[in-house]
C-alpha cells in the first residue's frame, strides 16, 4: 500500500508563492512517475507537472515559468514551488505517482495509481 501526504497550502494574494510537499510512504518500487495535479470548483481535474526517477520534468503550457516541480528521492518527496500565482491557480492541489520510469509528455489525470488527498491552494486578487 502506497500513502501520499501533500501540505503546504493556504491563501496568498496574487503574485505570491508557496511551496507545496508530498511524502511518499508505504511499499513502493524506486522507480515512478511522481505528479502534482490539481481541481478547481466546477473543472475537471488537469495535470500541472511531473518529474520521472531521472529528473525529466513535464509541466503544462499554464504554469511554465512559474511552477517548478522537483523530487528527493533519498526521502522519497516531491515538491512544486509557485511563484507569480494567480487566481486562476486557486484549486485542490494533489500529489499522485505512477508506477513506472516516465513522466513525458505531461501524464493525463486517469494514469496516476496512487493519490495523495489534496491541499488547498488560494490566491485572492
Known amino acids: 500500500q502506497v500513502q501520499l501526504v501533500e501540505s503546504g497550502g493556504g491563501s496568498v494574494e496574487s503574485g505570491g508563492s508557496l511551496r507545496l510537499s508530498c511524502v511518499v510512504s508505504g511499499d513502493y518500487y524506486s522507480t515512478y512517475c511522481g505528479g502534482w495535479l490539481r481541481q478547481a470548483p466546477g473543472k475537471e481535474r488537469e495535470g500541472v507537472a511531473a518529474i520521472d526517477t531521472d529528473g525529466v520534468i513535464s509541466y503544462a503550457d499554464s504554469v511554465k515559468g512559474r511552477f517548478t516541480i522537483a523530487r528527493d528521492n533519498s526521502k522519497i518527496a516531491l515538491y512544486l514551488q509557485m511563484t507569480s500565482l494567480r487566481p486562476e491557480d486557486s484549486a485542490m492541489y494533489f500529489c499522485?505517482?505512477?508506477?513506472?520510469?516516465?513522466?513525458?509528455?505531461?501524464?493525463?489525470?486517469?494514469?496516476?495509481?496512487?493519490w495523495g488527498q489534496g491541499t488547498r491552494v488560494t490566491v485572492s486578487s
Open positions: 499522485a505517482a505512477i508506477q513506472r520510469g516516465f513522466c513525458s509528455p505531461l501524464p493525463p489525470p486517469d494514469d496516476y495509481e496512487s
